[in-house]
């Protein structure tokens, strides 16, 4: 049976609806994940619930541990991530409140940590598809059955922050045929891509970032605006999607839960071995 981790954007700090909910702190060899893990089921299917910036907002995107937070979820046993994030767009026809079931993504954040793997155990896992399909495929299905307005497919371009974008970089990521832009999608999905769980995003757009000739530029109170009303919708797609996910096989057709088997370059007795014991939830399947 999966265990859904669902991390929940700005606005998402709590999933209703849970079964036996209960909040429990993760220690994770690689720092403090952004909060205590909110375990629970949602029609007999197991739950785990990660607020992203912790409740009350407290972490910016450049000072998220994204390696303790999918290291959390890991160890808390969650075989798929749904991740949901507030976003501008990048293009016309995705006005503010639409969501974008995203399947690329171009990584132009610079100051984070973006692999779990590095000096003493070096690995390169292949991200050409970084979202799962058959993940991509339930969250679709769960949209058009609520009536959501979502479009399946686009390119999420992930900046740094936290400041928003110029005008130049804005018709910059516009010209590369960008769908959305955002700030924590990236080292995320490579991250759960090196855990081998199976990973997806519902981009959700609250502002038309600052290209838009017509739209004021974007702003804090009118993203928060349509930020609450997306939340609404976000909650009622995870009530959807989760229990459809209660027969999801392990295997998929990227090769989500095995990407590590062809990964790991550095032989065994050249390993470090402190940080084999950091990898014992991540990689523990092909290091032993």
Request: with cysteine; hydrophobic share 45%; net charge negative.
């Amino acid at each position: 049976m999966p265990i859904i981790g669902v991390i929940g954007g700005s606005g998402l700090y709590d999933i209703e609806g849970l079964s036996d909910r209960a909040w429990r702190a993760v220690r994770s060899p690689w720092g403090e994940p952004s909060d205590e893990l909110l375990h629970g089921t949602l029609d007999g299917v197991g739950c785990v619930f990660l607020p992203r910036h912790g409740r009350g907002h407290r972490l910016s995107p450049s000072h998220l541990n994204y390696r303790a937070n999918i290291d959390a979820l890991k160890r808390a046993g969650c075989t798929h991530v749904i991740s949901l994030s507030a976003v501008g767009s990048l293009q016309e026809d995705l006005p503010p409140g639409h969501f974008v079931i995203v399947d690329q993504f171009i990584d132009c954040s610079f100051a984070r940590e973006k692999s779990f793997f590095g000096e003493g155990c070096v690995a390169h896992v292949s991200l050409a598809h970084p979202v799962c399909p058959k993940l991509g495929d339930t969250l679709e299905q769960a949209a058009q059955a609520l009536g959501l307005p979502a479009r399946r497919g686009g390119t999420y371009l992930v900046m740094e922050g936290p400041q928003f974008s110029t005008r130049a970089e804005s018709e910059l990521y516009r010209s590369w045929c960008c769908a959305v832009i955002g700030m924590t999608n990236m080292p995320e999905a490579k991250l759960a891509r090196e855990a081998e769980m199976h990973y997806a995003t519902v981009a959700m757009v609250t502002d038309y970032d600052c290209w838009h000739e017509t739209h004021a530029h974007v702003t804090v109170d009118a993203v928060v605006a349509v930020m609450t009303a997306n939340a609404e919708r976000a909650r009622a797609l995870i009530r959807r999607a989760i229990p459809m996910l209660a027969d999801a096989g392990a295997s998929c057709a990227v090769g989500c839960d095995h990407a590590l088997d062809h990964a790991v370059i550095t032989p065994v007795a050249a390993r470090d071995a402190g940080l084999m014991a950091r990898l014992d939830a991540v990689a523990g399947r092909v290091l032993g």
